[in-house]
């Protein structure tokens, strides 16, 4: 009974996702084909634009402006958080592999 539960349930998940998905497609494709007939070029359901000063996202029709900097702010956070992440993975493992080992300290 519980494995029909856990593969019906998963059944519906991955059913939604793909309703989601195609609902996401058939909004982008409506979106494009309405701003060809209509000649529209500012307004957008979804979308980006690459600037020499900003990014420019497009979200339901609004335009939201982020300056490259903060993006470069933001990326050189994560990269340094991504390497102490690594970083004390990697001594754990190190510790972990040397649990059973014999230390001499002189």
């Known amino acids: 009974m519980k494995i029909e539960n856990k593969k ?3 059944q519906l998940r991955m059913i939604l996702i793909f309703i989601m998905i195609f ?3 058939g909004i982008l494709s409506v979106d494009y084909a309405l701003r060809e007939m209509l000649a529209l070029e ?3 359901v979804l979308g980006y634009e690459l600037e020499e000063e900003n990014v420019v996202l497009y979200v339901i029709g609004e335009k939201i402006y982020i300056a490259n ?3 470069e702010e933001i990326y050189v956070m994560l990269e340094t958080g991504y390497s102490r992440i690594m ?3 990697y001594h ?3 510790r972990i592999k040397n649990v059973g080992r014999n230390r001499h300290f002189f």
């Open 8 to 10: 019906k349930a998963k």
């Open 87 to 89: 970083d004390e993975i």
């Open 69 to 71: 900097e903060k993006i």
């Open 42 to 44: 500012d307004t957008r």
């Open 92 to 94: 754990l493992f190190e």
């Open 23 to 25: 609902l996401i497609i």
